[in-house]
């Protein structure tokens, strides 16, 4: 089983600053997947990477898979409160189950 | 989009007593259904896979007789945590992954909570 880190685990900030986390491995990644989850509520896919090298813009995210497929970043511009969660990232592990292995998450709070 | 539901989205039980959580694809077929549980500020731990009509597929570590999953239908699956304590308090949280386009993503269900009194 794959082994994702992510970092920082824990990001407090103030509205309308940048950020971005990162989500590494040792180990080559067949595609990544981020997603967003509010407290109290399940995860919400936000973009799967699949090439290396790859970028993906949602909005003010930006998505980054790097060449390597061994790490990937999410950097998020000018940060509102409604961007405030836990971002996870997520590696398919691509059997034939698609079973997700989850990194520990990067929880975000965004103050007014 | 796909929409998957949970039911109930909270329970409070007495430690000892047994308590079902349903998981249902709405509006799609779901070959595989996954459970999750995840603890306070953690990531989600997965549990077990389980396909319609198989018997479920356990992560190590995770007691088999105590989290019976049955996948009854291609829209359906249950967890029953079984005499629960308050160690199993936690968020669960199922997902289910569609018969159709390649099947690789899959959707999660809102949750569910379980405090065990």
């Known amino acids: 089983t794959q082994l994702l880190e992510q970092s920082p685990q824990f990001l407090s900030i103030q509205e309308g600053e940048n950020l971005t986390v990162y989500c590494n491995s040792s180990?080559?990644?067949?595609?990544l997947q981020w997603y967003r989850q509010e407290p109290g509520e399940g995860p919400v896919l936000l973009v799967t990477v699949v090439t290396g090298g790859e970028v993906k813009k949602l909005k003010r995210l930006t998505f980054q898979f790097g060449d390597a497929r061994k790490d990937s970043s999410l950097h998020i511009t000018a940060a509102q409160p409604g961007d405030t969660g836990l971002y996870l990232c997520a590696e398919n592990s691509g059997g034939s189950n698609y079973k997700l292995t989850f990194g520990k998450g990067t929880l975000l709070t965004v103050n007014p | 989009g796909a929409v998957v539901s949970q039911h109930p989205s909270r329970v409070i039980c007495k430690s000892g007593t047994s308590v079902k959580i349903e998981c249902r694809s709405l509006d799609f077929q779901a070959t595989t259904m996954f459970w999750y549980r995840q603890f306070p500020k953690q990531s989600l731990m997965l549990m077990a896979t389980s396909n319609e009509g198989s018997k479920a597929t356990y992560e190590q570590g995770v007691e088999k007789d105590k989290f019976l999953i049955n996948h009854a239908s291609l829209t359906l699956s249950t967890l029953t945590v079984t005499s629960a304590h308050p160690e199993d308090s936690s968020f669960y949280i199922c997902s289910a992954r569609s018969r159709l386009a390649g099947g690789r993503e899959q959707f999660f269900g809102p949750g569910t909570r379980l405090t065990v009194l």
């Open positions: 180990s080559v990644f067949s595609s």
